[in-house]
């Protein structure tokens, strides 16, 4: 070691137990990041299981969860949560419908038959969308959307679930086609090379050899999508309405639990009421929805994918 460190000619020297501070302050400064991260989730999660459990103390669960009717401000009032979970089912799946087709095909062709110049400028436009405020889609939806469904659909009301519905697959199409778009490109350019080489179209290679080959991280993307459709509050609350109902018809007023979110912490509702708790009830149902679909999405992710040398 002594004469490594003092050979002539050689412009670095080994100090064996030197202490680096830099690292050490690196090292410090990214633990307690971690760990305000940690501490603030599970504060999160412990708030919203306290406070609910106090609300099933004044409610029954099966009258919350199994319940049809849902006035929780006005007497009588009743708790079950089933027309909020069916106006927020009514969005993400309206919502999917338009976004997934849509976001998949802009990630093949980005991805397969668009060339460089084409793709600096596409992509770009797409990922704009999401950097558009929510409340600008709210608003997109009232008077814009609307009045041209009202063309179409004479009977449709100014609130309703159709056109939330569309600004919404708006919102999520951009993370579905970016998404997407990254995990064909992912796929090894030597097996596109392959199905060519025998002679397959280019219909053929992208819709039996890239999709499947990238299957996992499309899947990933709908779901983290869908999780974002699920958990939308100001372009909902503007465009649906707040009219919590069971009914199938997209043309009417709803609700989902993050408008009703939205409408408990305006600040009407008294601090420590039933009515007020039902806040961090609905909460932690949609919590505990977006969970599962996360949890869904890395079980996905880890079942379907594919490793490449």
Known sequence: MNELTHTPGLSFSIHKGVTRWGEI?????????????????VSIVVVLLVESFDFFRAVSPLDFFFGTRWVPLLKPSSYGVLPLVWGTIQITVGAAVIAIPLGLASAIYL???ANDRVRTWVKPALELLAGIPTVVYGYFALTFVTPMLHKVIADIQVFNAL?????????????IATLSDNALRAVPVSLRQAAYAVG???????????????LSGVMASF???ISRAI?????????????????LSMLGSIETMTAYIVQISLGDT?????????LFAVAALLFFITLMINVISQWILGRFREVYD
Do not use: D, F
């Open 223 to 225: 779901l983290l999508a």
């Open 25 to 41: 302050a690196i090292k410090g400064w990214l633990g307690i990041c971690t760990a305000i991260s940690l501490i603030t989730t």
């Open 270 to 278: 008294p601090s420590g009421s039933i009515a007020y708790q039902t």
């Open 231 to 247: 958990g939308e509050t100001m372009a909902v609350s503007l465009a649906a309405g707040q009219t919590p109902n069971l009914s």
């Open 111 to 113: 991805s397969e038959y």
């Open 200 to 214: 397959a179209t280019s219909y053929e290679v992208t819709t039996s050899i890239v999709v499947p080959a990238g």
């Open 163 to 175: 056109s939330a519905a569309i600004v919404v697959g708006i919102m999520i199409l951009p993370t």
